[in-house]
């Protein structure tokens, strides 16, 4: 399994200083990745950007640090080693190296390095980008298509169906260009697909590509039935690690699959350029609006084929016509909100992040829920301090994921709600399969009602929480280690041997008065060592 970055940040951070570069310096796309990497930046990283930005790129570190107040010296070093991190500033010096200072100039160059100053200064590549971010107009990365163009392109490609020189076109029906919905829709089944695929469940409208397939298998989200005894190939079983992976959001699990492929890229001989492409790519997504068109012939011809893959993790959808230079592809509402969660995640602390409500699902459940008829995408989730728990939704593989730490037969059902009793049995049963307490709580937090959100209520009560907690704890009360009894045949030896087990740490309990004493076994060699050299002296011979 390759290194699991949290977000995209991560990733870049982890490539070499000219990958990066290639990034910032791209003459079309570049700005838009310096201007995400500023906002990925915590909020004094990014005054000070955008201020060295419009000095000219660079500025002595002393006069920076007077930008802000003695207690923000620390959240000033830490967002500029962030910075320097993700190559967007380096330091230089106006000091002469030692090896460079003649013998004549020794009392001068003294001097020098006194009242030298360092420069805090943008990288080259990345002041171009975010001086030309700063100076442009542009709101889209790409060629947008307006609502009245993309009708118009959809009623003249239906009307060369009937034209007889329109071979290709003909007896063939273009649908309607797809709205929001349509484009949460298309991301959500692709999405039930790969989870209903997980669980081994047959209510999936289709299985996922092959290409998913074979992620889940090569990330241990699924693996070969180890119980499988037919002559017939093993089918795919889930993990544990699986388990984990179905209660995590959805831009976490989209962000896994999109790790996956740009590691994958590794093997390809023009692997640096792809890799480039695709991060761009996915960036620039994230400046465009979900429901808006763009053109594909606007793409880079790697670019094409990037969103072509993409569409198979439900990131774009692609709307074909009947000539390619007309066909448009929709970036979808995770793919504009991937850069955001993880800006979010990148300033969050870890046990912050932990409890943090994610706005993006919060976004999406107000939007389902004022649907006249909700759709079985969403989910919006209620725990009453009595241990029951109130799930708004019509999907069955919600009901299948809830049933992994819910109690199953305590299940009752609505047209549009569910209800289940979280147990001790049930959270037990969890453990088991690998999933942690953390996992469940975060999982109950995320799908909170949004309701919940806009009161003084917590999402999750604290009894409720607490409990699962302490359920967790207690496969930990009792410690079992390996230990080797030794009874002595004397006081004396008691205390010789008591004394050296507690001076080696190998002593794990003792009784004086049986005079036996048990150590912990990887010591226990070392500590009979000793005692046969000690019964072995002259004067312990007789005792």
């Known amino acids: ?3 699991n970055y949290r977000n995209i940040f991560e990733y870049i951070e982890s490539l070499p200083r000219d990958s990066v570069m290639k990034l910032y310096g791209d003459e079309t796309r570049g700005s838009y990745a310096c201007k995400a990497v500023l906002q990925s930046l915590p909020e004094l990283g990014r005054q000070i950007i955008i201020r060295i930005a419009v000095c000219g790129g660079k500025f002595p570190r002393k006069e920076v640090d007077k930008w802000h107040s003695a207690q923000g010296s620390r959240d000033s070093a830490e ?5 320097e991190a993700l190559f967007v500033v380096e330091g230089q010096t106006g000091r002469k190296r030692t090896d460079e200072i003649d013998e004549d100039e020794e009392k001068e160059s003294k001097k020098t390095l006194q009242t030298a100053e360092s420069i805090l200064q943008l990288t080259p590549e990345y002041f171009i980008g975010i001086t030309k971010c700063l100076n442009s107009l542009q709101s889209y990365p790409w060629s947008s298509v307006t609502p009245s163009q993309q009708a118009s392109m959809y009623a003249q490609a239906n009307a060369n169906k009937n034209n007889p020189k329109e071979k290709k076109s003909k007896n063939k029906y273009y649908p309607p260009a797809p709205s929001e919905i349509d484009l949460d829709t298309y991301t959500q089944k692709r999405w039930n697909s790969v989870l209903h695929f997980l669980v081994g469940s047959d209510a999936g409208d289709e299985d996922p ?11 241990g989200l699924m693996q070969d039935d180890p119980d499988w005894k037919k002559s017939s190939p093993p089918p795919a079983v889930i993990t544990s690690k699986g388990y984990e992976f179905m209660l995590q959001d959805l831009s976490t699990q989209l962000w896994q699959f999109i790790l996956q492929y740009l590691n994958a890229l590794h093997s390809h001989t023009d692997c640096v350029l792809i890799r480039t492409e695709a991060l761009l790519f996915l960036i620039c997504l994230s400046f465009c609006r979900v429901g808006r068109a763009y053109l594909i012939s606007s793409l880079s011809t790697y670019s094409k084929t990037l969103a072509k893959d993409f569409s198979q993790f439900g990131l774009v959808y692609i709307y074909k016509l009947d000539s390619s230079s007309r066909s448009t592809f929709y970036p979808t509402r995770v793919a504009v909100h991937l850069l955001s969660t993880s800006t979010s995640n990148n300033s969050a602390s870890s046990s912050s992040t932990l409890l943090a409500p994610s706005s993006v699902s919060t976004r999406a459940l107000e939007h389902e829920l004022t649907m006249p008829e909700p759709s079985s995408s969403h989910i919006a989730i209620i725990v009453q301090t009595n241990f029951q728990l109130c799930a708004y939704t019509t999907s069955s593989l919600h009901v299948a994921m809830l049933g ?6 305590s299940f009752r059902r609505l047209p549009n709600i569910i209800f289940y009793k979280i147990t001790r049995d049930s959270v037990k049963s969890a453990f088991r399969l690998g999933i942690t307490a953390t996992q469940i709580v975060q999982f109950l937090i995320m799908h909170a009602h949004p309701k919940l959100r806009n009161g003084d209520l917590p999402l999750l009560p604290f009894n409720v929480r607490d409990q699962i907690l302490l359920w967790d704890r207690e496969r930990s009360r009792v410690v079992f280690d390996e230990i080797y009894t030794l009874q002595c045949q004397c006081h004396q030896e008691f205390q010789v041997i008591l004394r050296y087990s507690l001076d080696h740490y190998a002593h794990a309990w003792s009784s004086e008065v049986k005079h036996t004493i048990m150590l ?21 011979m007789n005792i």
Request: aromatic share 10%; with cysteine; glycine share 0%.
């Open 79 to 83: 967002a500029i080693q962030r910075m």
């Open 520 to 540: 912990k076994y990887p010591k226990a060699e070392q500590v009979m060592t000793f005692l046969r050299r000690w019964r072995s002296r002259p004067e312990n």
């Open 209 to 219: 590509p092959a290409a998913v397939e074979h992620f889940l298998k090569m990330t």
């Open 404 to 409: 992994l730490f819910c109690e199953v037969s």
């Open 1 to 3: 399994m390759v290194s």
